[in-house]
């Protein structure tokens, strides 16, 4: 096997260790200490969005590299937006407009990464984690797991990966309805409705991931490869749709509403909007 042309190294918000057979699992998990998190759970400040979305090109160039698992650390998967970068991206339009392009990347990187991703989720998953956690070629959650997409509650329009996958995932009722409310959805819940792949126990989650991962890793790798790039053809189509929700949601990022968003996070209120 090759010899990784990759320099891991600069990853400061991400553990990164290889695992299965010849180290061809690229074990990435987000840090919940550190930059990458709030000592609880892995949090998406200014280094780790970019880091997040930056990450799968690298996987994608990796030629040592056939699959791999992205999960959290500490209390959950991801929990959302660092509230000091949201305020950045509300206040600076030069932040806004980095961001917007680290969060288009973040979606279109995770779509367009030839190698399978396996994503193993616990606890809460929100936020950027939560984008590439759902557009994963494999989403394993435990069956207590927290989904929630807060956009509307933060007062912006669900962007990110909502539009894009949603609605092919469990159906435009069921994506409205968690979308337009914020509504978490257990893990066993979005097993149901076919928003991720599978639900299993805590104790089964990284197991599970880790014998998916080492199942594609021992596959045909044009076969499976060649294959999610033509199931993802489905993604690419509504790239438009994306766009525009995107568009839509750091519109918002400029507007009053984020202010009252970020002020009830702070204040763990209720948004009085």
Known sequence: MNASPVD????????????GVDGAVLDIQMKA??????????????????????????????????????????????????????????????????????ARDLVYNVINCDKPIVSAMHGPAVGAGLVAGLLADISIATKSAKIVDGHTRLGVAAGDHAAIIWPLLCGMA??????????????????????????????????????????????????????KYALN?????????????????FMGFGGPDVQEGVASLRERRPPRY
Not at 205 to 222: N, R
Not at 234 to 249: H, I, T
């Open 174 to 227: 069921k994506a409205k309805y968690y979308l337009l409310l914020c509504e978490p959805v257990s893990g066993e819940e979005a097993e149901r409705i076919g928003l991720v792949s599978l639900a299993v126990e805590d104790d089964q989650l990284l197991p599970k991931a880790y014998e998916v991962a080492d199942k594609l890793a021992a596959g045909s790798q044009t076969a499976i490869r060649w294959t």
């Open 233 to 249: 053809n489905w993604l690419r189509q509504a790239g438009p749709s994306f766009d525009a929700s995107l568009a839509l949601e």
């Open 33 to 102: 200490a550190g930059p990458g998190g709030n000592g609880k759970l892995p949090t998406a400040g200014h280094e780790g969005h970019w880091e997040l979305a930056e990450i799968w090109r690298d996987v994608s160039r990796d030629d040592s590299v056939r699959c791999a698992v992205l999960r959290g650390e500490g209390l959950g998967f991801s929990g959302g937006g660092d509230l000091s970068l949201v305020q950045d991206m509300a206040n600076h339009f030069e932040v806004r407009t980095r961001v917007w392009k680290e």
């Open 8 to 19: 891991y190294s600069r990853y400061q918000t991400l553990n990164l260790t290889r695992k």
